[in-house]
Structures are given as C-alpha cells and as structure tokens.
C-alpha cells in the first residue's frame, strides 16, 4: 500500500495497492500525478530513492525530501540525484571520486544528511508512520478480501474511516 498523506490534515488523499514484489518507486509517479500542480513539497523515505522520483519533482518545481541512500553512490554523470547525494551527503561525486571519499565515514554521511532533514523539515514524513500505525492498530495488517477489486474496496473504505475520525478531532 502505498499513500498520499496530506501533512495538513492527517488525512489520506491518494493510495496506491501493488503486489508485494513491486518495487516502491515504481508506483510513484501515478502516486503523485493529481497533486503535483498544488504541491511544494514532497516527502519519501529512502525506497523511493531513484533519479527517476528526483526528475519528476524537479521537472514539477517541487522540493524533493527523499533521503538518498547512505551508500550515496550513482552511474549516473549529472542529474537530480546526483545533486541530492552533494547536498544530503556532502559527496561530490564524479570522475575520481571514490578516491576522495574514501575518507568520508558513515557517521560522517549520517550528520550531513540529519543536517539536511531539519533543514528541509522530513520530520513531517512521520504524518505517513501515523496513518500506518492507526492503520495496524486499528485494523491489522491483513484483509479478508481475495480477489483484487474487494481488495481495493476494503482498504478504500478502511481508510474513509480512518480519515473520517481524523477529521473529527
């Protein structure tokens, strides 16, 4: 299940379901397609790390707050990406590279990206950890549902009533 949090409300306003061996960035750019016009910025967590997800939001004008992986390696010559691993990890990568970081340690890495999330204000990403916790406290972790459209249906009104009780408070 993948989910549109509005950070304003607490509130679901888009859900995705994939099977299990579909990879979370796939479904990202459908995920966010009906709220990239009103939106200045979006946070992921690091599974949703790939050039791709970083091209779409700077295309859109959007702040992208996905963590890059500390590992903060890419093939790829330039690009969005490639700039986030500069700024959240202090790595410029590029021709020789791993020469110069080689010196560079993983807590090192771990400071500079903990900078960048207060700087960019990814703690608002725990709205997304809230919901799935309600979620799971309130109506487990699996459905009843077997076939694909009950499925959609009982988790679609699972989280109607989710938000509803949100907004009640």
Partial sequence: MHVVVDVDSGCVINVKLTKCNVHDNLPFKNLITPFIKDSEVLYADKAYDCDKNFRICRKNNIMCGIPVKLSGSDKTKKGPR???IAEQLGLYIGRGSHRLNRYQTKEMRKIYQQEWKERVGYGDRWFVEGFFSRYKRSF???VFSKHKKNVEKEVTTKINLLNL?????
């Fill in 82 to 84: 490639k700039d986030a």
């Fill in 140 to 142: 487990g972790e699996s």
């Fill in 165 to 169: 009780f949100a907004t009640m408070t």
